[in-house]
Nanobody
Framework: QVQLVESGGGLVQAGGSLRLSCAAS????????LGWFRQAPGKEREFVAA????????FYADSLKGRFTISRDNAKNTVYLQMNSLKPEDTAVYYC?????????????????WGQGTQVIVSS
C-alpha cells in the first residue's frame, strides 16, 4: 500500500496559481501511474489529470487542458499539479492517487491508493 500526502492547497484569488505536491511513502513509485482528482462540495469525485510511470504520457480532463499541468519526479517520489488561471469553479478538495500495477491509466477504478486531500479555495 502506497501512502500519499498532498500539500500546497490554500486560498487564492481568481486568476492566480497554485502548485500542489504529493509525496509517496513507497520505496519507489517509479513504475506506478499517478493521478490527481478533485471533489467539490455536493459533487462526485472527478478526474483532473494522470501521468505515466516515466512522465512520458499525460492526460487531462478536457475542461482543464491548458491551465493545469501534471508532472512527476521519481527521484523524489513526488507528483505535482501546477494550476494556473484558477477559477472559482476549481474550488475543491484535491486528491492524488497511485495506480500500482499500471504504467498508465486515467480510470478512477484503477487507482488503489489515495491521499487525504488538500483544500483549494478560489475566491472571485
Amino acid at each position: 500500500q502506497v501512502q500519499l500526502v498532498e500539500s500546497g492547497g490554500g486560498l487564492v484569488q481568481a486568476g492566480g496559481s497554485l502548485r500542489l505536491s504529493c509525496a509517496a511513502s513507497a520505496r519507489t513509485i517509479n513504475n506506478y501511474a499517478l493521478g490527481w482528482f478533485r471533489q467539490a462540495p455536493g459533487k462526485e469525485r472527478e478526474f483532473v489529470a494522470a501521468i505515466s510511470w516515466n512522465g512520458g504520457n499525460t492526460f487531462y480532463a478536457d475542461s482543464l487542458k491548458g491551465r493545469f499541468t501534471i508532472s512527476r519526479d521519481n527521484a523524489k517520489n513526488t507528483v505535482y499539479l501546477q494550476m494556473n488561471s484558477l477559477k472559482p469553479e476549481d474550488t475543491a478538495v484535491y486528491y492524488c492517487a497511485a495506480a500500482p500495477g499500471y504504467s498508465y491509466t486515467e480510470r478512477i477504478s484503477d487507482f488503489g491508493s489515495w491521499g487525504q486531500g488538500t483544500q483549494v479555495i478560489v475566491s472571485s
